[in-house]
């Protein structure tokens, strides 16, 4: 979790500057986070490379003015990370394959795109670790998965975990658990807005304003959450501290029991691991 403790780190060079890659970089550019050698980026959008560039300590090229972008990013970096598209994923390893330095750290963000791709097109001195953040790293609380690769070393993980250390929670675990984290904390930043935005329609439904239900749902899930990460209890001991016997909540909680919601959950998790399946092999 995201601390006030100082965190020192290599040069890193984002090759590509989608929302994750702006979410984690955001996390670096905290007072208590130092980049040495400084951050570089590339997009293939000018006007995207040209909001980067008005960070203070980013350097960034649009790939549609400079040709050599990528390589002027990776140049000196010991911090290289893919997040590009997962279908541009190739053509991108190969283009800065053979100017990538010996020691070269590779981390992927690039979501369904296996780490044996990726060494297999990377030399053997380069070492790979394959990343799963979440977009709550816009406010330093993501939850992250890693994987390392099979050339990567204690040191290389370690610095993995500092740099996504900067913007939440990270959890260490083996590729082939990787595309089931995804489900559950890459996706489920969405199941919880698509809960609020029922919550927020019932509501409304019940006759109150959009602007007094927004007060009430938007509120309830942040206090909930909050008490949550302050209590030691568990969310089940804490449900039932709101659920009295034989009162309203145990009613509307056995309405959602017998409506099958963890059966749902089950399904839909499922069907997200199936997709991200199916794009790893394509």
Known sequence: MTSTATTTLPTIAF?????????V????????????????????????????????????????D???????????????IVAVKPVMVPDLLAEISDSLEPGTL???????????????????S???IRSMPNTPALVG???????AGTRSSGTDLALAQSL???????????????????????????????????????????GFTL??????????????TTLLAASDLSPTELRRQVTSPSGTTERAVWELEKGGLKELFDRATDAALARARELAGN
């Open 211 to 224: 602007e007094e239900a927004a007060v009430m749902v938007n509120g309830t899930f942040l206090g909930a």
């Open 106 to 124: 590779v981390i992927s963000v690039a979501a369904g795109v296996t780490i044996a791709t990726f060494e297999g097109l990377l030399p053997e």
């Open 66 to 80: 400079e040709p050599f972008a990528n390589l002027k990013a990776i140049a000196g970096a010991r911090i290289v």
């Open 164 to 206: 996504f250390g900067t913007v939440g929670d990270v959890l260490v675990v083996p590729e082939e658990k990787l595309d089931a984290l995804s489900t559950i904390s890459g996706s489920g930043p969405a199941y919880v807005f698509y809960l609020i935005e029922q919550l927020t329609a019932t509501a409304i439904a019940k």
């Open 25 to 64: 970089l955001t996390g670096l550019l905290n007072p208590n986070v130092t980049v040495e050698g400084g951050i570089r980026a590339t997009n293939r959008s000018t006007a995207k490379a040209g909001e980067l560039a008005g960070i203070p300590g980013v350097t960034a090229w649009a790939t549609a």
């Open 126 to 128: 380069v070492s790979v």
């Open 15 to 23: 090759l590509g500057a989608g929302s994750m890659a702006r979410a």
């Open 141 to 147: 609380k993501a939850v992250t998965g890693l994987s």
